[in-house]
Each structure stands twice: as C-alpha cells, then as structure tokens.
C-alpha cells in the first residue's frame, strides 16, 4: 500500500476559497491487498472513481489546492465515519442500530466492491481496521481539515467541492418519461451542506459546459459532505458526482475515445467553480 493516503496540490499563488478533492480516486495497489482479496483485478477497481482526479489536475493553476486519495476505496474509504464499522467484517466489532452503508458492505472498511462482490473470504481483526483508518483515514481528513481552515482564515470562508464519479447505470431510474438523462448529479444533503447560492453558481458552471445537471438524487452526499458542511460558519461543502461512461469504459477501467476532450471540459468548469472563491466576502447562509 502507498506511504500516504494522498497527495496534495498546491497552487503557486492561493486566489480561492474553494478546497477540490477526490476521495475515492486512488488507485495504489499492494501487493499484499490484491493476495488478500478474491477479486481479480479489474474487480478490485470497480467502485473506484477511476480518473476523477485527473480530471481535476488542472484546479492548482486556477489558484484552488487538489487533495487526492492515493489508497484506494476497497481498502479504506475516506468518504465515510471512521465508526462505520462492519461486524459482517470485522472481528469484534458489535452492530449498532441500522446503518445502510455499513448493511450493505461499504463501511469506512468495505466488505463488498460494485454490484455486491466480496472483497475477502473472511473476516479481518479489529486492530487490522483501526490500522488502517489511523494509517489512511485520519491523516486525509487531518489535511482536508487543515485546507478549509487555512481558506476560511485567508478569504473568510471555504467551499469544499468533494469530487466523484458514478456508473452510468445509475441514473437509468432518472430518465423516466420525457426527463432528460443527469450527467452530473451535485449533493447538498438537500441544502444543509451549502449555501444555496454557492450550489446554483456550481450548477450553472455545469450547464454552461453542455452538461445536464440534477441535485440531490440519487446522491445527496455523504459523509465528507456532511462532515464538513457548515454553512452556519460559512464552510460550505458540495459533492460532485459525473457520469463514467462520459469519459471512460467502465468495463475495462480505461479511459475512452473522449477523455482528452472531456478533461478539458471539465478544466474548464473548475476554473469556473474556482472564481466562486475568488469572492472574499463570505455569501450568506441559507
């Protein structure tokens, strides 16, 4: 496995509130996860968000910091409560309450990739995942934290713009009668994570590329959004979520005939949602 859970972008000169990360993009391996693991390895990358944080490279030249997961998703996932704990995985760890990430195998130590496949033929120890979560989790949220900080003490407020991809499948219940397909779904927890006009600029940098916007459904945000969400103190957070099969083949985990194009489509929103933080006086809280 990587030294580190991520790597971080700066910018050569800091113009923006706004923070980018991708927390599910790593793609680092180890040897000893893939002799762990039953899946091959295509299998093991199926609920990676393969290529979003090269989507996204571009965010330091407009003046924004990029973290990026190095650890991938099946090993820990960063976009999820450190108490997200599987007792389905996880030796010693006793079930409390119903929580549905956790029932269906995507804790903070996931039990199952896409589509429900097991990552392990058993269960791992409990010091195992604390290993993991003190090793990866903490050191990524200890930075992203560090990042929204250091924006809200220089422009006066913070915009976490959380980036991820999804399968194409996964709008197929959106396009039921005249309704146009959703390219980019954007997550506010339904307006408790973000101002509302923080979400309605986001939007309108998507639409002014071409691309077909929803929010909320079917992807609200998780816990990165809720975590850090606080529009009450003028941090705002917004997950992002893009259609895979515009910019890669989902099947074989490549990127397509219309990746370089789509790069530079997305360069240019996030230079768009990059000037939103070019504002220094925090926007109201809605």
């Known amino acids: 496995m990587p030294a580190t859970s991520y790597h971080l972008s700066r910018p050569e000169l800091h113009r923006s509130c706004v923070v980018f990360s991708s927390p599910h993009s790593g793609a680092e391996y180890g040897a000893d996860f893939l002799k762990a693991t039953m899946l091959d390895r295509l299998g093991i990358r199926s609920s990676e968000d ?33 108490d997200e704990l599987d007792p389905a995985l996880i030796d010693g760890v006793r079930r409390r309450g119903h929580n549905p990430r956790v029932a269906s195998g995507l ?47 220089t422009f006066g407020q913070a915009i976490l713009v959380d980036c991820h991809s999804m399968p194409h499948e ?18 506010d927890r339904f307006g408790a994570a973000a101002s509302g006009e923080i979400v309605d600029r986001i939007e ?13 459904t079917p992807f609200a945000g998780a816990y990165v959004t809720q975590a850090y969400g606080r529009p009450s103190r003028h941090q705002h957070a917004v997950q992002i979520e893009i259609d895979r099969a515009l910019y890669m083949d989902e099947t074989r985990v490549r990127p397509n005939g219309n990746f ?9 929103v996030a230079a768009e949602i990059a000037m939103i933080g070019y504002d220094q006086v ?3 809280a809605e």
């Open 50 to 82: 393969a290529f979003v944080d090269v989507l996204f490279e571009a965010v330091p030249g407009f003046g924004a910091p990029l973290l990026k997961a190095l650890v991938p998703r099946a090993y820990v996932d960063l976009n999820r409560s450190p």
């Open 204 to 216: 309108a940098a998507f639409a002014a590329a071409g691309l077909k916007v929803a929010r909320n």
């Open 170 to 187: 996964a709008m197929d219940g959106m396009t039921r009668g005249k309704r146009q397909r959703p390219q980019i779904v954007l997550g």
């Open 282 to 284: 925090p926007l109201a």
């Open 107 to 153: 804790g903070v130590i996931p039990r199952v990739v896409a589509n429900g496949r097991a990552i392990y033929s058993g269960k791992m120890t409990l010091g195992e995942a604390k290993l993991r979560i003190s090793h990866y989790w903490q050191p990524y949220h200890t930075a992203l934290q560090s990042l929204l900080d250091e924006a809200h003490a």
């Open 260 to 268: 370089e194009a789509f790069r530079k489509v997305m360069s240019q």
